[in-house]
């Protein structure tokens, strides 16, 4: 709390600033229209809420995302407005979109993850989900590769013990990003290996998301990690109120000398590793890979990198092993890394989601916290239901919001009469985001299934195609059931006053 209330304090005098000239400004203007402002402005916004609200209809959009724009600007036309341009449109990303661009350009993917691409073995085994991996290549440029060793974390406390241990053998370089940074064991034993690291010699860099820690991480312990020679850099920083400030960096990696890389569900806190229990068991999970594509985790943090700070990382400063498994065959089948970005076009993971249950033909399953679905999305767990096939989701019994939670649960009825299956974990929180679908395709990363993560934020998943990492991802999620409890209609309040009122957060949802 006292952190929140520093960075407030900072940031006040700034909106103050803002909101200042604004005033001033309109009333300069007031007297030049002889105090006719008012209906002036009135009136061009009238003309822009229509603009507006038909230039949504025609968009190529998610129908409900587009839905509660429309509501809040018929009902509200000039401060609907006024909110859309600033949080609703994609152009309130510009800024970070340049950024990306030009770091991209100064250093271009193929530089970094190689030219080699797998894609058209996968076309011989299994033609339509060859289509679905070579749409998501094309869109984000991240390659498919051979799987080499792939090692699967049902809890974050195994993944922790593997990563004390990969850190420690560091020797040239230690890239990390995370949405939340805390204070405690977990971290603190982490910052301790990587000052160590760092001394060494090692090029130390951390990434972490403002707005996610500005609870639990502030500038002096920046200032702290410099010190003992770790390069960070706040991401998307909150000093000014800005539209930008919508799109955060959930991504979570870690990439050490270019041999191995760390993602899933997990931040750097401890409840995250169950050393406190804030919400009951904290059930999370993970995966570590080495091989070829450890390429796409360290472009995925260079272009952040030197993105957003000011000390450039080269091409010859990362270096990958010489037998990075260039010679790999498919035994242990492939792999796709990507990340999501708010600023492109298209929301890669929603798509994916909705191929993967459209072509599954025996069971497609969910592991997410977070319950807040789009149409396309609905309509396809729905239709892949009905069409015979088992589709089940795992979600937190526990949750760490109590909106978000309730929110979710509105959407159980009409999940489960169309056939679908939902269950609460309940001894605590459930924080992992993957699926696994026909034994054969899964994703594990850092995509929940609600609007900020599908449409809104920098995510990071891998795809995995017959690798044994998916029958690993199946044991644990026959094991976490039966630490569920399914949720049936009959136990589910579907009177009048609830169906209003979960109509209501539905339309909310997009704004969640």
């Not at 909101?19 to 061009?44: C, F, H, T």
């Not at 090692?151 to 560091?170: I, K």
């Not at 799109?247 to 569900?265: E, P």
Request: proline residues 3%; hydrophobic residues 45%.
């Amino acid at each position: 709390m006292k952190k929140i209330i520093g960075r407030i304090l900072v940031v006040l005098p700034a909106v103050a600033l803002q909101i200042a000239w604004y005033i001033a400004l309109l009333s300069d203007l007031d007297k030049l229209m002889n105090g006719r402002l008012r209906e002036i402005i009135g009136a061009a916004f009238y003309v822009i809420a229509v603009l507006v609200v038909l230039g949504l209809v025609s968009k190529r959009d998610e129908g409900s995302y587009k839905l509660v724009w429309v509501v809040l600007i018929l009902v509200m036309p000039i401060l609907g407005t006024i909110i859309y341009l600033l949080m609703g449109n994609k152009r309130s990303g510009k800024g970070l979109k340049q950024k990306l661009k030009k770091a991209s350009e100064a250093l271009p993917i193929k530089d970094v993850v190689g030219d080699k691409n797998c894609i058209e073995e996968i076309a011989k085994e299994d033609r339509r989900l060859y289509q679905t991996i070579r749409h998501i290549t094309k869109t984000t440029g991240f390659p498919a590769y051979y799987n080499d060793r792939s090692s699967y974390y049902s809890f974050g406390e195994e993944m922790f013990a593997d990563m004390v241990e990969d850190l420690n053998a560091a020797e040239h370089y230690i890239f990390m990003e995370y949405f939340i940074i805390q204070r405690g064991k977990f971290w603190d034993t982490l910052t301790g290996i990587l000052a160590q690291r760092a001394a060494a010699g090692v090029d130390v860099r951390i990434i972490f998301d403002d707005l996610g820690s500005i609870s639990k991480y502030s500038y002096a312990d920046i200032v702290g990690l410099k010190q003992k020679g770790i390069k960070c850099i706040a991401f998307n920083p909150l000093l000014f109120v800005s539209a930008r400030l919508n799109n955060r960096d959930h991504r979570k990696i870690t990439v050490i000398d270019g041999r191995i890389a760390y993602s899933g569900g997990l931040n750097m806190a401890d409840e995250y590793v169950n050393e406190i229990h804030p919400y009951g068991i904290w059930k999370d999970i993970g995966f570590r890979i080495t091989g070829p594509a450890v390429r796409s985790y360290t472009y995925m943090f260079v272009e952040f990198w030197n993105a957003f700070s000011g000390d450039t990382i080269l091409k010859e400063h990362i270096s990958f092993p010489a037998s990075e498994g260039g010679d790999l065959d498919h035994e242990n089948g492939f792999i796709i890394p990507y990340y999501d970005s708010p600023v492109r076009d298209e929301h890669t993971s929603n798509v994916l989601f909705a191929d993967i249950l459209s072509q599954a033909t025996e069971y497609v399953w969910f592991y997410t916290p977070y319950l807040m679905l789009g149409d396309t999305l609905l309509e396809a767990f729905v239709r892949a239901a009905q069409r015979g096939v088992d589709v089940r989701i795992i979600t937190a019994g526990v949750s760490d919001s109590k909106l978000v939670q309730r929110i979710g649960r509105s959407y159980y009825m009409e999940l489960i009469k169309g056939g679908v299956r939902i269950f609460e974990y309940k001894p605590g929180f459930v924080h992992a985001k993957a699926f696994l679908a026909d034994d054969k395709v899964a994703g594990i990363g850092t995509v929940n299934l609600d609007y900020r993560s599908l449409f809104l934020h920098f995510e990071c998943e891998s795809i995995f195609y017959k690798a044994d990492i998916i029958e690993k991802l199946k044991n644990d999620y026959q094991k976490t059931l039966e630490d569920c409890k399914e949720q049936m209609p009959e136990n589910i309040n579907n009177r009048m006053p609830r169906r209003i009122l979960d109509s209501i957060l539905r339309v909310a949802a997009p704004l969640m």
